[in-house]
């Protein structure tokens, strides 16, 4: 059973901020949201994670709403190497093992 | 900055015979996994391993596949005896801990069965 949802496509300009949402309704108590990338032919590569806290790094942040319920994924100067598909993945701090949806297929266009 | 690194990057095999694909994992880490990804479909889990042995596994992971850490670097997955729908690409990953610790791909040994 799919735990988020995620929008199938977007676009993006270069240069712009990429929004990716991602609902996760059901989430609780102890599962952390989690964000990988998959550029085409290659290996899933991690970008972030959180439990409840906004979190940055130096590739993206992560906005949890307060409930938890849904979250978003900024990548604030998007570039043409951003263009991938997205996956939000939850996960309990036990778990081992990440259940990859479809995600979003993020495209940016110059 | 460390990387998993798989061999080999394309596989080409017949049906029925054994396949083993490799994978270097990043050196400190202590749980390995392999997935798998079915051209144009999702990535799927197989297996988890940690202190020599498997921790979980998907029910894709049946008695024809195998994992082994044969020595302290390689990470195997064998394959006995290939079917057609065994073609994938097959990605390694590695991580830290278990839990909440990111998980480190490969970019993957391409498999195709014929």
């Known amino acids: 059973d799919a735990k988020t949802t995620q929008p199938t496509s977007m676009d993006c300009a270069e240069g712009r901020a990429a929004n990716l949402p991602c609902n996760h309704s059901?989430?609780?108590?102890?599962?952390?949201v989690y964000w990988y990338r998959q550029i085409h032919s290659q290996g899933p590569q991690y970008i972030i994670h959180?439990?409840?806290n906004n979190e940055t790094n130096e590739m993206a942040s992560l906005i949890i709403t307060e409930d938890r319920k849904s979250s978003t994924l900024i990548l604030p100067h998007a570039t043409l190497r951003d263009t991938a598909v997205y996956y939000c993945?939850?996960?309990?701090?036990?778990?081992?093992?990440?259940?990859f949806g479809g995600g979003t297929r993020l495209m940016v266009k110059p | 900055e460390p990387e998993v690194t798989q061999t080999p990057s394309h596989q080409v095999t017949q049906m029925g015979q054994e396949v083993i694909l490799r994978c270097v994992p990043i050196?400190?880490?202590?749980?390995f996994y392999w997935y798998r990804q079915i051209l144009g479909q999702k990535v799927e889990f197989l297996v988890s391993?940690?202190?020599?042995?498997?921790?979980?596994k998907s029910e894709i992971f049946d008695d024809q596949f195998s994992v082994e850490r044969p020595d302290g670097s390689n990470f195997t997955l064998k394959i006995r005896s290939t079917k057609l729908e065994d073609s994938a690409m097959y990605f390694c990953?590695?991580?830290?801990?278990?839990?909440?610790?990111?998980?480190?791909f490969g970019n993957g040994t391409r498999l195709t069965v014929t």
């Open positions: 050196s400190n880490h202590l749980y």
């Open positions: 990953a590695s991580s830290e801990g278990g839990g909440r610790s990111p998980l480190h």
């Open positions: 993945i939850v996960m309990d701090n036990a778990g081992n093992m990440l259940t």
């Open positions: 391993f940690y202190n020599n042995e498997i921790s979980e």
């Open positions: 059901t989430i609780s108590g102890n599962e952390y």
């Open positions: 959180g439990l409840k």
